[in-house]
């Protein structure tokens, strides 16, 4: 009803300003901000498994050194400033005066423990080690400088610390990742306090009015796990959350015209690839097509890998499955990212070009075998998969599907359980010897290579090539040696097969704004009261 002209003044404007304190429409006025996420998130331990929905909610209570803004470009964290001294020590001046949410003074005593907690973390499906390995020794002139020094020379240790988040000292040794998952353990220096986490349900965050840094604008974050995509969008839709990210391919457009939200999107970071086991000698989920183990592995010769990424139609998954929403992939990142490569692009696919090889490769009547995949962790993963098991069949791989919820597929992933799986990769460092090292790179837990491999592929000229890169103080020569690892990694050997790199989208409540982020982080502490 609307209200009576009679109405005195104050009392209209009394209601109205009821009306938005309660509005779910109005969230400036509430000082609330509830988010629906896409993925559960497997644990709030920041040094357990590196994966994108975990490190998306530690960052709102954890802090890096080095941090990344949404082109990926590097910014100071709770490091001030950063030089080389020489070509194997690092200085990092930590910024005064920043408090962890229980009030003690934040020093480089709690770095050097996290860097040693990190490696040690038992049962980690992705290990952050990844980007502490070339990290020799670590020491403190004073409370707020840091020495760090590298086995051989390591230009990307500014980048490598993005990965790495930080705990106070005090509770770093004997942390376990269920202490933190229970809230005891989940103090940080980050813009907001950890207040409550449902396994699988949701976060609630409140605002650290301690902060060092710009003060976010809400006082209470809601993160809800709502993994369902026409779910989230009903929700938003609704004003049930005032914002949502991984909206679905298929309701970008009809969102884009409804004058009650708005879409921010931006061209991601995430590889979309299928991984191979490429290591056993016989794999667990490959067969003949008569349902019989066979002798060999036939994800082991590099002629039925490229058999495979030649079966694929990247256009027709980028074009239909994701609706537009997705660029196909030749390579690790997309072209305009450091260390790429200008002579991979997108293979067209060649179906009579797969099956030749496949015949070369001692299969002419093909084999069969299992393809993994999530079904809530990537956008259309399901799709995309359904779509690829049709394709492999036409060039004569008897091809099944089983989806799982990603919580389970990382378990069993990490397990090295599958013969052949899609996956997606974020390069945390906004460069390409992150994918080559993580997922390429042959595992080695001394060197921290290999520690998302879960193919297990293998080639110590490869992995020579990688390491020397990683060393080249120059970057033009650097990111040109990566260049070439990737034409080895991915034209030559087929390590892994990319398929396309996601274009990531979040849906806002008209009156907010966030800018996409390549990395496709969803930060409370960046959205913000809009147009």
């Given at each position: 009803?609307?209200?009576s002209?009679?109405?005195?003044?104050?009392?209209t404007?009394a209601?109205?300003?009821?009306?938005?304190?309660?509005?779910p429409?109005?969230?400036?006025a509430?000082?609330?901000?509830?988010v629906?996420?896409?993925?559960?998130?497997?644990?709030?331990?920041?040094?357990?498994?590196n994966?994108?929905?975990?490190n998306?909610?530690?960052?709102?209570?954890?802090?890096?050194l080095?941090t990344?803004?949404a082109?990926?470009?590097?910014r100071?964290?709770l490091a001030?400033s950063?030089?080389?001294?020489?070509?194997?020590?690092?200085?990092?001046?930590?910024?005064?005066?920043?408090k962890?949410?229980d009030?003690?003074d934040?020093?480089?005593?709690?770095?050097?423990?996290?860097?040693k907690?990190?490696?040690?973390?038992p049962?980690?499906?992705?290990s952050?080690?990844?980007y502490?390995?070339?990290?020799e020794?670590v020491?403190?002139?004073n409370?707020?400088t840091?020495?760090?020094?590298t086995?051989?020379?390591?230009?990307?240790?500014?980048?490598?610390?993005?990965?790495?988040?930080?705990?106070p000292?005090?509770l770093?040794a004997?942390?376990?990742t269920?202490?933190?998952?229970?809230?005891?353990?989940?103090v940080?220096?980050g813009?907001?306090?950890?207040?409550?986490?449902?396994?699988g349900d949701?976060?609630?965050l409140?605002?650290?009015?301690?902060?060092?840094?710009?003060?976010?604008?809400?006082k209470t974050?809601?993160?809800?796990?709502?993994?369902?995509?026409?779910?989230r969008?009903?929700?938003?839709?609704?004003?049930?959350?005032q914002?949502?990210?991984?909206?679905?391919?298929?309701d970008?457009?009809?969102?884009?015209k409804?004058?009650?939200?708005a879409?921010?999107?931006?061209?991601?970071?995430?590889?979309?690839?299928?991984?191979?086991?490429?290591?056993?000698n016989?794999s667990p989920?490959?067969t003949g097509?008569?349902g019989k183990?066979?002798d060999?592995?036939?994800?082991?010769?590099?002629r039925?890998?490229k058999?495979?990424?030649?079966a694929?139609?990247?256009?027709?998954?980028?074009d239909r499955?994701?609706?537009?929403?997705?660029?196909?992939a030749g390579?690790l990142?997309?072209?305009?990212?450091?260390?790429t490569?200008?002579r991979?692009?997108?293979?067209?696919?060649d179906?009579?070009?797969?099956?030749?090889?496949?015949?070369?490769?001692?299969?002419p009547?093909?084999?069969a075998?299992?393809?993994?995949?999530?079904?809530n962790?990537?956008?259309?993963?399901?799709?995309?998969?359904?779509?690829?098991?049709?394709?492999?069949?036409?060039a004569?791989i008897?091809?099944?599907?089983?989806?799982?919820?990603?919580?389970?597929f990382?378990?069993?992933?990490?397990?090295?359980?599958f013969?052949?799986f899609?996956?997606g990769?974020?390069?945390?460092?906004?460069?390409t010897?992150s994918?080559l090292?993580?997922?390429?790179?042959s595992f080695?837990?001394q060197?921290?290579?290999?520690?998302?491999n879960?193919g297990?592929?293998?080639?110590?000229?490869?992995?020579?090539i990688i390491?020397?890169?990683?060393?080249?103080i120059?970057d033009?020569?650097r990111?040109?040696m990566l260049?070439a690892?990737?034409?080895?990694?991915?034209?030559?050997?087929q390590?892994?097969?990319p398929?396309h790199y996601e274009v990531s989208s979040?849906?806002l409540r008209r009156?907010?704004?966030?800018t996409?982020r390549?990395?496709?982080?969803?930060?409370?502490f960046?959205?913000r009261?809009?147009?």
């Open positions: 009803m609307k209200p002209n009679v109405l005195p003044g104050w009392l404007a209601a109205l300003a009821l009306t938005l304190a309660l509005s429409a109005a969230p400036a509430a000082q609330e901000l509830v629906g996420l896409s993925t559960p998130v497997t644990s709030l331990d920041p040094h357990f498994h994966l994108t929905p975990n998306n909610v530690a960052d709102h209570v954890f802090e890096k080095v990344k803004d082109k990926e470009q590097l100071p964290g001030e950063w030089k080389a001294l020489d070509e194997l020590t690092w200085e990092f001046r930590l910024r005064k005066g920043v962890w949410h009030g003690s934040f020093t480089a005593a709690d770095v050097i423990e996290s860097i907690r990190i490696p040690t973390v049962n980690s499906p992705a952050f080690a990844t502490t390995r070339p990290i020794s020491t403190a002139p409370p707020l840091l020495r760090i020094k086995v051989r020379p390591h230009p990307l240790l500014p980048n490598d610390l993005v990965a790495v988040r930080i705990v000292a005090r770093a004997g942390a376990k269920e202490e933190f998952n229970s809230g005891k353990l989940m940080g220096t813009p907001y306090k950890f207040k409550e986490y449902v396994a949701r976060v609630v409140e605002r650290n009015d301690a902060y060092w840094g710009a003060k976010p604008h809400w974050v809601r993160l809800r796990m709502i993994p369902n995509g026409p779910a969008v009903a929700a938003l839709l609704a004003g049930d959350v914002m949502i990210e991984a909206v679905p391919t298929a970008i457009a009809r969102l884009e409804d004058p009650k939200v879409v921010a999107s931006a061209v991601s970071n995430r590889l979309i690839y299928l991984h191979m086991d490429s290591d056993r016989v989920f490959v097509k008569d183990p066979l060999r592995n036939p994800f082991r010769d590099v039925v890998r058999a495979v990424s030649l694929i139609d990247r256009f027709a998954i980028a499955i994701m609706e537009k929403q997705a660029q196909p390579q990142l997309p072209e305009f990212f450091p260390g490569s200008k991979l692009t997108p293979p067209r696919q179906l009579e070009a797969a099956r030749k090889l496949l015949a070369e490769a001692g299969y009547n093909g084999f075998v299992t393809l993994h995949a999530p079904n962790r990537y956008i259309n993963d399901e799709k995309t998969a359904q779509a690829i098991t049709g394709m492999l069949n036409r004569g008897e091809t099944r599907l089983e989806a799982m919820p990603s919580t389970v990382f378990s069993r992933a990490g397990k090295l359980e013969s052949f899609l996956a990769w974020g390069a945390e460092t906004g460069e010897s994918p090292r993580a997922l390429i790179g080695n837990a060197t921290g290579m290999g520690q998302a879960r297990r592929f293998s080639d110590p000229g490869l992995d020579a390491l020397t890169a990683m060393t080249h120059d033009g020569k990111n040109l260049a690892a990737s034409d080895k990694a991915i034209g030559e050997l390590a892994i097969i398929v979040w849906g009156g907010l704004a966030y996409g390549a990395d496709q982080y969803t930060y409370a960046e959205v009261p809009g147009k």
